[in-house]
Protein backbone atom coordinates (compact mmCIF):
# COMPACT_ATOMS: atom_id res chain seq x y z
CA UNK A 1 0.00 0.00 0.00
CA UNK A 2 1.11 3.75 -0.86
CA UNK A 3 1.86 5.82 2.00
CA UNK A 4 1.39 9.90 2.10
CA UNK A 5 4.19 11.77 3.14
CA UNK A 6 2.15 13.17 6.06
CA UNK A 7 1.29 10.10 7.42
CA UNK A 8 5.16 9.21 7.49
CA UNK A 9 6.23 11.81 9.04
CA UNK A 10 3.70 12.05 11.82
CA UNK A 11 5.21 8.37 12.55
CA UNK A 12 8.84 10.14 12.07
CA UNK A 13 7.54 12.77 14.90
CA UNK A 14 5.95 10.17 17.12
CA UNK A 15 9.11 7.83 17.27
CA UNK A 16 11.19 11.23 17.48
CA UNK A 17 8.84 12.17 20.55
CA UNK A 18 9.21 9.05 22.31
CA UNK A 19 12.86 8.74 22.03
CA UNK A 20 13.83 12.41 23.73
CA UNK A 21 10.72 11.38 26.33
CA UNK A 22 12.43 8.45 27.28
CA UNK A 23 16.13 9.98 27.02
CA UNK A 24 15.33 13.30 29.08
CA UNK A 25 16.61 15.34 25.82
CA UNK A 26 15.66 17.70 23.57
CA UNK A 27 17.83 16.76 20.35
CA UNK A 28 19.12 12.86 19.38
CA UNK A 29 22.49 13.21 18.43
CA UNK A 30 21.79 10.35 16.48
CA UNK A 31 20.38 10.88 12.39
CA UNK A 32 17.03 9.67 11.21
CA UNK A 33 17.98 6.88 8.88
CA UNK A 34 14.84 6.46 5.96
CA UNK A 35 15.56 3.98 3.50
CA UNK A 36 12.83 4.06 0.12
CA UNK A 37 12.84 0.57 -2.01
CA UNK A 38 10.76 0.45 -5.08
CA UNK A 39 11.05 -2.60 -7.65
CA UNK A 40 11.31 0.05 -11.16
CA UNK A 41 13.49 2.74 -8.76
CA UNK A 42 17.24 2.86 -7.65
CA UNK A 43 16.58 2.81 -3.80
CA UNK A 44 16.64 5.93 -2.10
CA UNK A 45 18.18 6.89 1.51
CA UNK A 46 17.41 9.54 3.27
CA UNK A 47 19.63 11.17 6.17
CA UNK A 48 18.39 13.55 8.78
CA UNK A 49 20.70 14.78 10.96
CA UNK A 50 20.09 16.61 14.62
CA UNK A 51 20.15 19.93 14.88
CA UNK A 52 22.94 22.30 16.16
CA UNK A 53 23.58 22.58 19.73
CA UNK A 54 26.04 25.10 21.06
CA UNK A 55 26.62 23.31 24.46
CA UNK A 56 25.41 20.40 25.93
CA UNK A 57 21.97 19.72 27.11
CA UNK A 58 21.43 18.78 30.60
CA UNK A 59 22.55 14.88 31.08
CA UNK A 60 25.22 14.87 28.41
CA UNK A 61 28.94 15.34 28.45
CA UNK A 62 30.61 18.62 26.91
CA UNK A 63 31.63 17.04 24.15
CA UNK A 64 28.29 15.53 22.48
CA UNK A 65 28.05 19.05 20.20
CA UNK A 66 31.43 18.51 18.49
CA UNK A 67 30.58 15.00 18.19
CA UNK A 68 27.19 15.58 16.39
CA UNK A 69 29.18 17.83 14.33
CA UNK A 70 31.97 15.42 13.58
CA UNK A 71 29.09 12.78 12.58
CA UNK A 72 27.14 15.04 10.08
CA UNK A 73 30.75 16.08 8.31
CA UNK A 74 31.07 12.42 8.12
CA UNK A 75 27.84 11.77 7.02
CA UNK A 76 28.12 14.79 4.40
CA UNK A 77 31.28 14.01 3.00
CA UNK A 78 30.91 11.69 0.25
CA UNK A 79 31.08 13.02 -2.84
CA UNK A 80 28.16 11.51 -4.43
CA UNK A 81 25.88 12.40 -1.51
CA UNK A 82 23.27 15.39 -2.26
CA UNK A 83 22.98 17.43 0.84
CA UNK A 84 19.52 19.58 1.38
CA UNK A 85 20.36 22.44 3.74
CA UNK A 86 16.89 23.32 5.40
CA UNK A 87 17.16 26.47 7.20
CA UNK A 88 14.57 27.09 9.83
CA UNK A 89 12.25 29.76 9.91
CA UNK A 90 13.19 31.28 13.13
CA UNK A 91 16.90 32.09 12.21
CA UNK A 92 18.04 34.12 9.31
CA UNK A 93 20.21 31.88 6.95
CA UNK A 94 22.79 34.45 6.92
CA UNK A 95 23.70 33.99 10.51
CA UNK A 96 22.98 29.99 10.34
CA UNK A 97 25.72 27.65 12.23
CA UNK A 98 24.69 24.75 9.82
CA UNK A 99 25.75 27.28 6.63
CA UNK A 100 29.29 27.32 7.86
CA UNK A 101 29.31 23.16 8.09
CA UNK A 102 27.89 23.05 4.34
CA UNK A 103 30.58 25.30 3.49
CA UNK A 104 33.21 23.37 4.87
CA UNK A 105 32.36 20.30 3.49
CA UNK A 106 30.90 21.73 -0.29
CA UNK A 107 32.76 25.06 -0.52
CA UNK A 108 31.31 25.13 -4.11
CA UNK A 109 27.88 24.28 -3.11
CA UNK A 110 27.88 22.12 -6.26
CA UNK A 111 26.40 18.94 -4.08
CA UNK A 112 24.43 21.44 -1.79
CA UNK A 113 20.56 22.55 -2.39
CA UNK A 114 20.03 25.52 -0.45
CA UNK A 115 16.15 25.90 0.96
CA UNK A 116 15.14 29.27 2.54
CA UNK A 117 12.35 29.89 4.36
CA UNK A 118 10.64 32.39 6.24
CA UNK A 119 7.30 30.38 6.47
CA UNK A 120 6.42 27.71 9.77
CA UNK A 121 7.67 24.61 7.43
CA UNK A 122 6.00 22.81 10.10
CA UNK A 123 2.75 23.72 8.36
CA UNK A 124 0.99 21.48 5.58
CA UNK A 125 2.62 22.03 2.60
CA UNK A 126 -0.06 23.20 0.52
CA UNK A 127 -0.65 25.96 2.97
CA UNK A 128 2.89 26.63 2.97
CA UNK A 129 3.38 27.05 -0.45
CA UNK A 130 -0.09 29.41 -0.47
CA UNK A 131 0.87 31.49 1.70
CA UNK A 132 4.30 32.43 0.15
CA UNK A 133 3.39 32.87 -3.45
CA UNK A 134 0.31 35.23 -2.18
CA UNK A 135 2.87 37.33 -0.14
CA UNK A 136 5.05 37.66 -3.39
CA UNK A 137 2.23 38.04 -4.92
CA UNK A 138 0.84 41.08 -2.74
CA UNK A 139 3.61 42.29 -0.27
CA UNK A 140 6.87 42.68 -2.90
CA UNK A 141 7.30 45.99 -4.24
CA UNK A 142 7.92 46.20 -8.23
CA UNK A 143 5.33 42.88 -8.30
CA UNK A 144 6.71 39.50 -8.33
CA UNK A 145 7.74 38.05 -11.52
CA UNK A 146 5.76 34.04 -11.28
CA UNK A 147 7.15 33.01 -14.39
CA UNK A 148 10.55 33.42 -13.64
CA UNK A 149 10.77 32.62 -10.38
CA UNK A 150 7.98 30.61 -9.79
CA UNK A 151 9.78 27.15 -10.45
CA UNK A 152 11.76 27.91 -7.77
CA UNK A 153 9.09 29.06 -4.71
CA UNK A 154 7.24 26.47 -2.73
CA UNK A 155 7.76 22.94 -1.47
CA UNK A 156 6.30 21.27 -4.09
CA UNK A 157 8.29 22.94 -6.37
CA UNK A 158 11.33 21.47 -4.36
CA UNK A 159 10.10 18.45 -4.44
CA UNK A 160 9.89 17.91 -7.95
CA UNK A 161 13.00 19.76 -8.66
CA UNK A 162 14.65 16.50 -6.04
CA UNK A 163 13.10 14.28 -8.35
CA UNK A 164 14.70 15.64 -11.43
CA UNK A 165 17.73 15.94 -9.97
CA UNK A 166 18.00 12.58 -8.67
CA UNK A 167 16.78 11.07 -11.98
CA UNK A 168 19.80 13.42 -13.54
CA UNK A 169 22.44 11.56 -11.45
CA UNK A 170 21.21 7.92 -11.57
CA UNK A 171 21.46 8.83 -15.35
CA UNK A 172 25.16 10.10 -15.19
CA UNK A 173 26.32 7.35 -13.35
CA UNK A 174 24.11 4.27 -14.72
CA UNK A 175 26.86 3.19 -16.93
CA UNK A 176 29.49 3.44 -14.44
CA UNK A 177 27.19 1.20 -12.70
CA UNK A 178 26.28 -0.97 -15.37
CA UNK A 179 30.05 -2.34 -15.76
CA UNK A 180 30.15 -2.55 -12.37
CA UNK A 181 27.33 -4.81 -12.32
CA UNK A 182 28.33 -6.52 -15.00
CA UNK A 183 31.72 -7.38 -14.46
CA UNK A 184 30.98 -8.83 -10.71
CA UNK A 185 28.68 -10.74 -13.05
CA UNK A 186 31.46 -12.05 -15.38
CA UNK A 187 33.38 -13.05 -11.29
CA UNK A 188 30.03 -15.06 -10.43
CA UNK A 189 29.97 -17.04 -13.28
CA UNK A 190 33.17 -17.73 -13.17
CA UNK A 191 33.47 -18.76 -9.90
CA UNK A 192 30.36 -20.68 -10.48
CA UNK A 193 31.80 -22.66 -13.11
CA UNK A 194 34.38 -23.55 -11.31
CA UNK A 195 32.21 -24.90 -8.58
CA UNK A 196 30.74 -26.80 -10.71
CA UNK A 197 33.65 -28.42 -12.18
CA UNK A 198 35.21 -29.57 -8.70
CA UNK A 199 31.28 -31.01 -7.75
CA UNK A 200 31.31 -32.97 -11.07
CA UNK A 201 34.79 -34.65 -9.84
CA UNK A 202 33.70 -35.61 -6.83
CA UNK A 203 30.70 -37.14 -8.01
CA UNK A 204 32.37 -39.12 -10.38
CA UNK A 205 33.94 -41.86 -8.23
CA UNK A 206 34.13 -44.36 -10.90
CA UNK A 207 36.37 -42.33 -12.66
CA UNK A 208 39.07 -41.94 -9.73
CA UNK A 209 39.36 -45.58 -8.97
CA UNK A 210 39.30 -46.39 -13.04
CA UNK A 211 42.66 -44.28 -13.50
CA UNK A 212 43.89 -45.28 -10.06
CA UNK A 213 43.64 -49.41 -11.11
CA UNK A 214 45.29 -48.09 -14.18
CA UNK A 215 48.33 -46.78 -12.72
CA UNK A 216 48.72 -49.85 -10.65
CA UNK A 217 48.66 -52.14 -13.10
CA UNK A 218 51.05 -49.69 -15.26
CA UNK A 219 53.76 -50.16 -11.90
CA UNK A 220 53.24 -54.07 -11.77
CA UNK A 221 53.71 -54.83 -15.26
CA UNK A 222 57.26 -52.19 -14.65
CA UNK A 223 57.94 -54.47 -11.96
CA UNK A 224 57.82 -57.95 -13.87
CA UNK A 225 59.07 -56.36 -16.49
CA UNK A 226 62.51 -55.20 -14.45
CA UNK A 227 62.55 -58.55 -12.98
CA UNK A 228 62.65 -60.26 -16.29
CA UNK A 229 65.35 -58.63 -17.12
CA UNK A 230 64.35 -55.22 -19.49
CA UNK A 231 66.62 -53.05 -20.56
CA UNK A 232 64.34 -49.70 -19.56
CA UNK A 233 65.62 -47.92 -17.08
CA UNK A 234 69.37 -48.55 -18.59
CA UNK A 235 71.22 -51.27 -17.08
CA UNK A 236 74.44 -49.38 -17.55
CA UNK A 237 72.98 -47.28 -14.71
CA UNK A 238 71.68 -48.97 -12.50
CA UNK A 239 73.99 -52.42 -12.18
CA UNK A 240 75.39 -52.99 -8.53
CA UNK A 241 77.79 -55.55 -7.09
CA UNK A 242 76.53 -57.12 -4.06
CA UNK A 243 78.64 -54.64 -1.48
CA UNK A 244 77.24 -51.83 -3.63
CA UNK A 245 73.08 -52.77 -3.01
CA UNK A 246 73.98 -53.61 0.51
CA UNK A 247 75.58 -49.95 0.82
CA UNK A 248 72.88 -48.36 -0.76
CA UNK A 249 70.25 -50.53 0.65
CA UNK A 250 70.91 -48.78 4.31
CA UNK A 251 71.10 -51.71 6.29
CA UNK A 252 74.61 -52.41 5.73
CA UNK A 253 73.65 -56.20 6.00
CA UNK A 254 71.08 -57.91 5.07
CA UNK A 255 67.70 -58.40 7.73
CA UNK A 256 67.93 -61.50 9.19
CA UNK A 257 71.26 -62.65 7.57
CA UNK A 258 74.00 -63.22 10.66
CA UNK A 259 77.22 -64.68 8.73
CA UNK A 260 78.66 -63.02 5.71
CA UNK A 261 77.63 -64.60 2.65
CA UNK A 262 79.04 -63.65 -1.17
CA UNK A 263 78.02 -65.21 -3.89
CA UNK A 264 80.39 -66.40 -6.64
CA UNK A 265 79.43 -63.42 -8.60
CA UNK A 266 78.85 -61.15 -5.68
CA UNK A 267 81.71 -58.88 -7.68
CA UNK A 268 79.62 -58.27 -10.66
CA UNK A 269 77.64 -55.53 -10.99
CA UNK A 270 73.92 -57.27 -12.37
CA UNK A 271 71.19 -55.77 -12.54
CA UNK A 272 66.50 -56.81 -12.54
CA UNK A 273 66.47 -60.68 -12.82
CA UNK A 274 69.67 -61.40 -12.27
CA UNK A 275 70.38 -59.48 -9.32
CA UNK A 276 67.24 -61.08 -7.96
CA UNK A 277 68.64 -64.55 -8.40
CA UNK A 278 72.22 -63.96 -6.39
CA UNK A 279 69.96 -62.10 -3.99
CA UNK A 280 67.95 -65.41 -3.48
CA UNK A 281 71.04 -67.30 -3.69
CA UNK A 282 72.84 -65.26 -1.28
CA UNK A 283 70.00 -66.13 1.20
CA UNK A 284 69.95 -69.74 0.12
CA UNK A 285 73.67 -70.07 1.32
CA UNK A 286 72.69 -68.45 4.81
CA UNK A 287 70.34 -70.90 5.63
CA UNK A 288 72.79 -74.26 4.47
CA UNK A 289 75.01 -72.22 7.18
CA UNK A 290 72.59 -71.78 10.06
Known sequence: PIVSSLAIAEVIKSKTDSHLKNTR????PKPIVMRAKYAHFPNLTIIDTPGFVLKAKK???NSTP??????????AAPPDRLLLFLQQSSVEWCSSLWLDVVRSVDPTLCSTIVVVSKFDN????????????HHLCESVKGGFDKEKYGSFIGFRRLRDYLELELQRRYKETAPATLALLEQCCVEVAVELARADTKLQATSDVASPQRLAMLHVASNSRHVWALIDGAIDPTPEEWRKTTDEEQLESGFGSWPGVVEEVKSPNSVLKLYGGDALERLMHEFRCDELIV
Open 25 to 28: TAVS
Open 59 to 61: GKT
Open 66 to 75: DEMLSMVKAL
Open 122 to 133: RLKFSQVDSDIV
